[in-house]
């Protein structure tokens, strides 16, 4: 953000702002900042709709690749879906008033997103 600003200012020139932006957005699926998209996914984590640890995965390797932590994610997440619809539990027995509050204080914490 600040690089937009500085070269909106002509205190960068379009090379160094190139180079900022490599810098900070390394490739697709990552995100340099807990803008809206961060932020709700740490949200998602926090209520117990996605398994821990999988907020923060890029989706794709510096060389555009899949990230194999992103397939290994995913694999995981329909087994354990699987394995909740077999055993019948349903989104309200996991989003609790806890989980809310939960969710909230990672918001606090995080220092995310206002759309949050």
Known sequence: MEGIGSYAAGLLDVEELYKRECLALPGSGSCSAMFTACTMAAVVEA??????MT??????????????????DVDASVRALFAMMEKGIKCRDIMT??????????VFALGGSTNA
Do not use: D, Y
């Open 47 to 52: 209520l117990g709709m996605s398994l821990p």
């Open 55 to 72: 907020a923060t995965v890029s989706a794709a390797t510096s060389s555009n690749e899949i990230e194999p932590q992103k397939l290994s």
């Open 97 to 106: 008033r806890k989980a809310f509050e939960n969710a909230i204080a990672i």
